[in-house]
């Protein structure tokens, strides 16, 4: 598999990165391009996967971007580790179910470096962690798949303000809450980034037939 992996210092405006995936997307598909991991970082902003709900949004003031991600009304700012991907699928199993799975395995794997056990759950995609019987969501998943080359990625709370998500019903999920790994071990998650590019590639080698 040949992957560019990309690492944005300075915060992305949310349309530039969905410009620049849809681009990758039209030149991998044309093999004008290689693979792509780009870890980066929103400032404040509500996004709208095509399943959201109107009344998902609490708060009317807000400002909601549409996107064609799979998923409900999430949010991304500061102290969000976000992962995007551009993988062409052609030349792996053509499973959207393992390919998610890969991302899972992926945040999992990595969170348990730094000694926090999470779980994936069928019912409800993402990550979450149990804080004394009270399931928080840690990690958020969005993935569409167009001419078997998957886009949008996936989002770690680390440090970030979690009065954001009054705004909203995250996810469309209304029984469970939101967390970040600061408010679940505070520590230091210097070059996470890192550990999850090396988990994702390792997990995506899995897929390949």
């Known amino acids: 598999m040949e992957l560019e992996i990309k690492k944005s210092k300075k915060p992305i405006k949310y349309e530039d990165a969905i410009k620049l995936m849809e681009e990758r997307l039209f030149d991998i598909h044309e093999n ?29 003031s807000i400002q909601i971007i549409k996107t064609n991600r799979g998923g409900k009304i999430t949010y991304h700012g500061p102290g969000q580790l976000i992962c995007y991907f551009v993988i062409d699928l052609k030349n792996k199993r053509k499973d959207i179910r393992k390919f998610i799975s890969s991302i899972e395995k992926t945040i999992i794997n990595t969170l348990k470096f730094y000694n926090i056990d999470c779980f994936a759950d069928k019912n409800n995609i993402g990550i979450w962690y149990n804080n004394k019987s009270k399931i928080q969501k840690v990690a958020a998943i969005g993935v569409r798949v167009s001419k078997w080359i998957a886009y949008h990625g996936f989002s770690i ?23 970040n ?24 080698k899995s897929l390949d037939v």
Do not use: M, R, V
Not at 33 to 59: C, F, P, Q, R, V
Not at 157 to 179: E, F, H, Q, R, V
């Open 32 to 60: 004008k391009s290689k693979d792509l991991i780009w870890i980066l970082e929103h400032k404040d902003i509500y996004t709208a996967g095509t399943s959201y709900n109107k009344n998902e949004i609490l708060d009317k």
């Open 157 to 179: 709370n680390i440090n970030n303000d979690l009065k954001k998500y009054d705004a909203i019903i995250p996810c469309g999920i209304k029984d469970k809450s939101i967390t």
């Open 181 to 204: 790994l600061n408010e679940i071990k505070n520590q230091s998650y210097k070059n996470i980034e890192n550990k999850i590019i090396e988990n994702f590639i390792s997990n995506l």
